[in-house]
């Protein structure tokens, strides 16, 4: 078993209440919960018509999609960092 503590921390997304267990801190935990419930709500507004579902696949594809432009970003960098030594 592992020895790393669970944290457990019920959030609001989207007006669902969810409970969610991890190692990182409650507070890191409520943080993710919040952005990803202004994400929804941003996308939400401007495609009122999307039911919830589909909304969540949307805010996940952005939230993927973010992901990758930092990912490659910091290759990146790494790679200048790294020339910039060589």
């Known amino acids: 078993m592992s020895d790393t503590k669970k944290n ?3 959030v609001d997304i989207y007006g669902q209440q969810y409970t969610i267990v991890g190692s990182e801190s409650t507070s890191h935990i409520r943080l993710i919960a919040s952005m990803v419930d ?3 709500r941003e996308i939400g507004s401007a495609n009122p018509s ?3 579902s589909k909304l969540a696949v949307l ?5 993927v999609n973010d992901y990758i432009k930092m990912k490659d970003r910091v290759e990146s960098l790494e790679a200048e960092i790294k ?4």
């Open 8 to 10: 457990r921390s019920t």
């Open 38 to 40: 202004d994400k929804m």
């Open 50 to 52: 999307l039911d919830t």
């Open 59 to 63: 805010t996940a594809v952005n939230a």
């Open 83 to 86: 020339r910039l030594k060589d």
